[in-house]
């Protein structure tokens, strides 16, 4: 079945530095990709989504990056601020399943003054 | 409604009892889930609504766990005979659905604690 995985739980960074946060999926047909950003004690809050027709996708201080071939996706946050201190999530639509999400286990940002 | 909406926001209930917890998806969202989140992990799928489909249970932990959609508005999750493991935020999320993904839009969550 799909999985999505991580390759770092958690992500210390110094304010203005940029930071980079890693998935891994595992269905090669997979064709949407979304991140999402939890505050403590918030729901999810979509940051950010790319569809396999793209390699790169760019918003305000985010880009996402899609690698197909090895089924890897990024999240790179530039100049990071405080106010970027929460956990990461990407998340996959199973294939062929109607669009259920299936999430990663997160990466805790935290962002040094 | 502006944004999806869950309530209560908190329930303390003792161990044994029944509970509920209610979803209110952003109008003309035909897409709903439930997740499951332990405290400092991931988002652990429950059940996924989509329209007119036989709903999607294949995440949901055991037979104590439930849940129901009117038409495509609101959805209640009901846990009877809640343990302390059932302790945990519960997330309900929407979003447009049909055969274009489109993001989810996640509610607050009813933060569910059991003694």
């Known amino acids: 079945g799909e999985s999505v995985g991580l390759h770092l739980p958690t992500l210390s960074v110094q304010e203005g530095d940029n930071s980079i946060i890693n998935c891994a999926y595992s269905n090669s047909a997979s064709d949407y990709f979304i991140w999402y950003k939890q505050e403590s004690g918030k729901g999810p809050q979509f940051i950010i989504d790319?569809?396999?027709?793209?390699d790169k996708r760019q918003g305000q201080r985010v880009t996402v990056l899609l690698n197909k071939t090895v089924k890897h996706l990024s999240l790179q946050i530039a100049a990071t601020q405080p106010g970027d201190s929460a956990v990461y999530f990407c998340a996959v639509p199973v294939y062929n399943q109607g669009g259920k999400l299936i999430f990663g286990q997160g990466t805790e940002l935290s962002v040094k003054p | 409604g502006a944004g999806v909406s869950q309530s209560p926001s908190n329930k303390v209930t003792e161990k044994g009892k029944d509970v509920e917890l209610r979803c209110d998806p952003i109008?003309?969202?035909?897409?709903l889930y439930w997740y499951r989140q332990r405290l400092g992990q991931g988002l652990e799928f429950l059940i996924y609504f989509q329209g007119n489909s036989a709903p999607d249970k294949s995440g949901l932990p055991s037979d104590r766990f439930s849940a129901e959609r009117t038409g495509e508005s609101v959805s209640t999750l009901t846990i009877q005979r809640t343990q302390q493991e059932d302790s945990a935020v519960y997330l309900c999320?929407?979003?447009?659905?049909?055969?274009?993904?489109?993001?989810?839009?996640f509610g607050q969550g009813t933060r569910l604690t059991v003694v």
């Open positions: 999320a929407s979003s447009l659905g049909g055969t274009t993904n489109t993001e989810a839009f």
């Open positions: 109008s003309g969202h035909t897409a």
């Open positions: 790319i569809r396999s027709n793209m």
